[in-house]
């Protein structure tokens, strides 16, 4: 009897996917909060708004499919396909909706007025994202197919951006008054995360490879890297602003080199410094990795020391060394943020001036991008560590029908 009763106590359970039911109870309470915040300026409070209560039926009919969709992402049986389709399809969905939110509203409060995504549509979002990464992993894609849903999320963003369909939404209708402004912020920022990386593996790489050579070196270099690693972004930055004035100020062709106190350099330092720890340990990691019978078949083959660590040793390391170019440019591109404070320009600009102002706009196009940029970068590199990498490229395999009973 108790063995009954406990078999019928485990059968909703089995039924249910924890994963896709996580995402469904975020997503639920997503609708019941304010879909959006219209506000009569641009800084001025804003008032809650449901989708039902701005859009009427056609709103409770959205509110209705969205329930729809998070619900049947609750059951374990619905397949990977279906689950990567309906999150993706929800997320552009979602989006399409504030956009028309926003222009019925706008149409209505007046043209100063500004109508900005609300609680639950971030958390609508969040669910709806959920569901599509737990389909594409039931799904399992190679490296292949990983690089073709990348480039078609790019390019449904792309699109749906570029159709006009959002804007009316607050976000961007403060790009459209200071889109020139987005583009040179934009470079300047690519040009912060990228720069200060490839300064990292041109200094890096080389003192990760001389630390693996003379173990005497490498607790102190490890070490005082440890030690860069740990300093507070906002301090670190901070420091800079002192040491390099006094550099452009007292040493001769310092401040025509283009080195100061604020601006584009100091903030470049910053960031190269927190690169390096990531690039050296992986290097070193990576070398030690080296099977020592790889190690004896080179010098086996007569190879000297040189000629093993460039043409087996490195090559061997390149997953580790590429992985650590992720970490680099993901937290780079974020910590590229902070660099609007000491007048280094790029997205954080827009972040600062909106703390200043209090103008959430501001701050989300400041914000989103960034997201957008580090979320892309991470997963592309993921799939090139995947692509060398056979151990973690698999290719998972089926349509998600036939493991839907099998992956929680």
Known sequence: MTTIAAEGARGPARALSLPGTVAAVIGLVGLALPFAQVRPNRIAAGEAVGLAGALGPAGGVALAGFAVVLLAAASRRLPGGWRAGLGGGG??????????????????????????????????????????????????????????????????????????ALDQVSVMREYAVRAAQFQR?????LLLAFASLGAALVVGLPLGILAHAVPRLRAGVLGVLD???????????????????????????AAAAGIAGIGVFPALVALFLYSLLPVVANMVVGLDGVAPGVREAAAGLGMTRAQALWQVHLPLTLPVVLA????????????????????????????????????MDLILLGALPTIALALVAGIALDIAVAQLDPARAGDGGGDGAGTGSERG
């Not at 599509?132 to 963003?157: F, K, N």
């Not at 912020?185 to 920022?189: F, G, K």
């Not at 910590?335 to 007048?343: D, E, K, P, R, T």
């Open 324 to 359: 650590a170019v992720r970490i680099v440019l993901v937290q780079n591109i974020g910590l590229a943020v902070i660099a609007g404070l000491i007048g280094g320009g790029g997205f954080g600009t827009f972040v600062f001036q909106g703390l200043n102002q209090t103008a």
């Open 227 to 253: 030690v860069v690693q740990t300093i507070p972004s906002l301090a670190l930055f901070g420091l800079m602003i002192p040491l390099f004035g006094w550099v452009a100020a007292n040493v001769p062709g």
């Open 185 to 189: 912020e934009a470079l300047r920022h």
């Open 91 to 164: 997320v552009i969905l979602a989006a399409l909706a504030l956009g028309r939110v926003a222009a019925t509203l706008t149409a209505e409060a007046g043209a100063l007025s500004r109508v900005g995504p609300g609680a639950g549509f971030w958390m609508l979002l969040l669910a709806l994202g959920l569901i599509m990464a737990d389909g594409v992993h039931r799904l399992g894609p190679g490296p292949r197919g990983r690089w073709a849903l990348l480039v078609l999320a790019v390019a449904a963003v792309g699109v749906l951006v570029g159709s006009g």
